[in-house]
C-alpha cells in the first residue's frame, strides 16, 4: 500500500488512519506525507489512550515546538470525524469490521470531493490449509469468514466510490513446529466465527490438533499456512448533476407545437 502512495498526485492535507494501532503505519504516511495532518481513529477507549501516547512528540523533537512535520492526532471511532479529509487509510483491519458497507458509507462521507481511500484485509484464502484441516474432522470453523475482494469492490461502489481498484496476493508463512504455529496465531486474538465450537477442548483434543498440523510440513521441514491479503483503493467523484423532472407530452400537443413551431421545453 506504501509503495502506491506515490503514484497518487493528490497531497492529503487532512488524512485518517483507521485502527492505528494495528495498522503500524506511522512511519510509513509520515514519510509519504510529511505535511499532512493525520488523525489515528481508534475503536476503543483503551487503543485511543495508547495511540494518543504514540502521537505525542518527545521533549526534544523539533515537531513539538514547531508545530510541523506531520502532526498527529487520535479520536475514537464513534465521534465525529474531522470534514473534508483527503485520505482514509485503513491497514489490515477490514476483516474485523462486522459491518463493511456501512464503514464505506462512512469513509464516503468522511472524504471531500477528489480524496481516496486505501484499504487491506485478509481475504478468504487466508488460513485455507486449517480450515480444511477442520472440516474435514468435523471440528466447526476455526476462523470467521473473509469476504472476497470482488464483493468489497461492489461495496465500494454502491457506497458511492468510483473506480475501485481491487487486488490480491498470497502469502505463505512457515513456523518450525505445529506448537510455534499455534504460539503465533494466538496472538491475533481467539477465533471470532459465529459457527465455533463452544466450551473448552480438551488436552487430547490438542494432542490430535498437533498431529494434524504435522502433515502440513513441506519439503523444507517447515509448518506451512496461506495467507491472503486484499487490497482496495477508490475515489470519491464529484456529485452528479441532478436531472430534471421528466415532461409529459400528448402526441395531439407534440402535433400542435410542430404545427406552431413550437418546442416541448
Request: aromatic share 6%; proline share 7%.
Amino acid at each position: 500500500m506504501a509503495e502506491r502512495l506515490a503514484l497518487i498526485r493528490l497531497k492529503p492535507a487532512l488524512l485518517l488512519d483507521w485502527w492505528g494501532h494495528g495498522g503500524a503505519s506511522a512511519a510509513l504516511l509520515q514519510q509519504a506525507h510529511p505535511q499532512a495532518r493525520r488523525v489515528v481513529v481508534e475503536p476503543t477507549p483503551a487503543l485511543l489512550a495508547r495511540s494518543l501516547q504514540a502521537t505525542r512528540a518527545p521533549w526534544w523533537s523539533a515537531r513539538r515546538w514547531a508545530g510541523g512535520g506531520g502532526p498527529a492526532d487520535a479520536q475514537l471511532e464513534a465521534a465525529p470525524l474531522p470534514p473534508a479529509a483527503q485520505m482514509v487509510w485503513a491497514n489490515m483491519m477490514l476483516h474485523a469490521v462486522a459491518d463493511p458497507p456501512a464503514l464505506f458509507a462512512r469513509w464516503h462521507h468522511a472524504l471531500d470531493v477528489d480524496g481516496f481511500v486505501m484499504f487491506s484485509c485478509l481475504g478468504p484464502g487466508t488460513l485455507r490449509e486449517l480450515r480444511t484441516l477442520y472440516q474435514r474432522l468435523g471440528w466447526g470453523v476455526p476462523t470467521q469468514s473473509f469476504i472476497d475482494m470482488h464483493d468489497l469492490g461492489d461495496m465500494l461502489v454502491h457506497a458511492g466510490f468510483a473506480d475501485p481498484v481491487m487486488d490480491q496476493e498470497v502469502l505463505s508463512l512457515r513456523w518450525s513446529s505445529p506448537q510455534a504455529l499455534l504460539d503465533e496465531l494466538r496472538t491475533l486474538g481467539g477465533n471470532a466465527a459465529p459457527g465455533r465450537t463452544a466450551g473448552l477442548r480438551t488436552p487430547r483434543w490438542r494432542e490430535r490438533l498437533l498431529a494434524e498440523l504435522e502433515r502440513l510440513r513441506g519439503a523444507d521441514g517447515k509448518v506451512a499456512l496461506s495467507v491472503e491479503v486484499a487490497y482496495g483503493h477508490a475515489f470519491k467523484a464529484a456529485p452528479r448533476a441532478q436531472l430534471a423532472e421528466a415532461t409529459t407530452v400528448t402526441l395531439d400537443e407534440m402535433r400542435a407545437m410542430v404545427r406552431s413551431g413550437r418546442r416541448a421545453d
